[in-house]
């Protein structure tokens, strides 16, 4: 059985943590205890306990880190190297229509590179993990990317807002838009998708993303090959076969 890292287990409390708020709040709106007129910000204060629960979590563990989070935006810390990442609520759309499918996404940035990355899905009590030289997990079971030597016979994730959409489903045999890019890249890492293509991101959505896929035998880059991925918020990620074949087809 795995054991995680201090580290990884001071990210996978915080986000059971901030976890069990969303679910609460879930429940009213599936339930229709919320008038439509104040879903939205119904939904907004979810994110905002969320996120409040998540940096209170990190920072009580690492004081000195930075943070970058959606709702609260950047907060420097004594340690410029490090800075936590965080996405309170992926899928807030899915959220306020009540679509069982969000997720919490904490990620370590360390410069430019994700030293450890947690995803998290209170739906499914599903929490997927990785850290930078130690695998990628999903609860307890080790994580690999798929290999896929034929990209009609495989499943990608994508956004249809992407550039290169319509390219892309002429080559898979089936495309997926999920509305998490969080959950997406999981999905990636865990073998249910083969491959993964979005832009217009920020990088909350993604940076627990990379390292997952990465420690799952994957590659992840920038969508035009152009800077680092979490510098253009432009992903594409697949298995290293896939990966090369989906260049190839964006370069001609």
């Not at 970058?68 to 229509?97: M, Q, Y």
Request: aromatic share 8%.
């Amino acid at each position: 059985m795995y054991t995680s890292s201090p580290l990884l287990q001071v990210m996978i409390n915080a986000a059971r943590l901030a976890g069990r708020l969303l679910i609460r709040d879930f429940s009213e709106i599936e339930k229709s205890r919320v008038s439509p007129k104040k879903l939205p910000d119904f939904v907004h204060a979810a994110e905002l306990r969320s996120e409040k629960t998540i940096i209170e979590q990190l920072l009580k563990a690492y004081p000195t880190y930075g943070i970058v989070a959606e709702e609260t935006g950047t907060s420097e810390g004594e340690d410029k190297n490090h800075v936590w990442v965080i996405d309170p609520l992926d899928g807030s759309t899915n959220f306020l229509r009540g679509l069982p499918s969000f997720a919490i996404s904490i990620a370590l940035r360390k410069k430019n590179e994700i030293k450890a990355g947690v995803i998290y899905d209170p739906v499914h009590d599903d929490i997927f993990f990785a850290e930078h030289g130690k695998g990628a997990f999903l609860n307890q079971s080790r994580l690999r990317i798929k290999p896929l030597s034929q990209l009609k016979n495989g499943i990608i994730g994508t956004s249809y807002k992407t550039e290169y959409f319509h390219e892309m489903c002429d080559q898979f045999g089936h495309v997926r838009i999920i509305s998490t890019v969080a959950l997406s890249m999981a999905y990636l890492a865990a073998g249910r998708l083969d491959a993964y293509l979005a832009s217009g991101l920020k990088v909350w959505d993604l940076a627990a993303g990379v390292v997952l896929i990465k420690e799952a035998g994957g590659m992840v880059d920038d969508l035009y090959k152009k800077q680092s991925v979490l510098e253009s918020c432009a992903v594409l990620a697949a298995s290293p076969a896939a990966f090369e074949k989906m260049r190839t087809i964006l370069s001609t």
